[in-house]
């Protein structure tokens, strides 16, 4: 039985390249997912240092609540997976 003609497929996995397409964008959002959760850990710990640690680094108390206050989806370009 072929992959269109069978009734427990979805007919839009086939057209976009079935299971294999399927399954690499599933590895793709694990992957973003999972280094989302790290860069929202990283920036609880920047909202943890004090004031000295922080200057060390070369930001500022605001630089670290405006960095905690984005959502942890939000991440950086260069932390972000490559297609």
Do not use: C
Not at 11 to 20: H, N
Not at 23 to 30: D, I, P, S, T, W
Not at 53 to 63: C, E, N, T, W
């Amino acid at each position: 039985m072929s992959a269109q003609t069978s009734s427990f497929t979805n007919p839009y996995l086939v057209q976009a390249g079935g299971r294999r397409a399927l399954a690499r964008n599933l590895v793709r959002f694990a992957h973003y997912f999972l280094t989302s959760l790290d860069v929202a850990r990283q920036r609880r710990q920047l909202l943890a240092l004090n004031e000295r640690a922080l200057k060390d680094i070369g930001k500022s108390q605001a630089d670290a609540l405006r960095e905690a206050d984005r959502g942890f989806w939000d991440i950086p370009e260069n932390l972000k997976p490559r297609p």
